[in-house]
């Protein structure tokens, strides 16, 4: 069964130099969550997005923004890195539910993408 | 808002033997439990849900999860452990009409020969 695919896998950076995750979620989900799993914690929610509008927001920095586009793929940009950004960047998807999505609603995860900020 | 305490940052345990890992969560409404397991390099599987109906819920791989709502704890059983289940388990909430899932600390069961 197809799987949600994030790229790149690994991303190098340099500090305030910008960065950009891709997401592609399971076909035919409709809602995309960005989560941040710094060394040793928890993932922590970024942002989601349900239909290409967002639907909720958690702890994300001014420095990044997110958008889903048409075919539901979700982009999180990262601009001004810093070395505490460094981290797993987990994508998960989701099918809505049709009255706006729900907290029910199983959330299927990407295997990540690892930024480390130099 | 809620939150998830997993009160056990490592548990280490003898192939065979039984397991529990526990969770309790703090919230002012009604919730929804995951249990997820995170292998090492790897993204975040789900094990089990607990949505509604019965308390005792079964996932994959032989575990299982029971919903206490007095005591506000899921926590996770397997009756007897593999190697294979060494990982970092996380215990998480969501509620209705809210997306995000909210993390516990996780767990890192460790499987001894």
């Known amino acids: ?118 | 808002a809620q939150s998830v305490t997993q009160l056990d940052s490592q548990v280490p345990v003898f192939e065979e033997a039984p397991v529990e890992l526990r969770c309790n969560y703090s919230s002012s409404v009604s919730v929804y439990l995951f249990w997820y397991v995170q292998y090492p390099n790897q993204g975040l599987q789900l094990l089990l849900k607990y949505l509604s109906g019965s308390t005792l819920v079964k996932g994959i791989n032989g575990f299982e999860a029971e919903f206490n709502k007095s005591q506000t704890s899921f926590h996770l059983r397997k009756p007897s452990v593999h190697i294979s289940d060494t990982a970092e388990y996380f215990c998480a909430v969501s509620v209705q009409g809210a997306q995000k899932l909210v993390f516990g600390q996780g767990t890192r069961l460790t499987i001894n020969p």
């Open chain 1, 1 to 118: 069964a197809a799987g949600v695919i994030q790229s790149p896998r690994h991303l190098i950076k340099e500090k305030r130099e910008t960065a950009t995750l891709k997401c592609y979620p399971i076909p035919r989900h409709d809602t995309v969550y960005w989560y941040q799993q710094g060394p040793g914690q928890d993932p922590q929610f970024l942002i989601s997005f349900y239909e290409k509008m967002q639907s909720d927001k958690g702890s994300i920095p001014d420095r990044f923004s997110a958008q889903q586009f048409s075919d539901y793929h979700s982009e999180l940009n990262m601009s001004s890195l810093e070395l505490g950004d460094s981290a797993l960047y987990f994508c998960a998807s989701s099918l809505g539910a049709l009255a706006g999505a729900s907290g029910e609603n199983e959330q299927f995860f990407g295997p990540g993408t690892r930024l480390t900020v130099l």
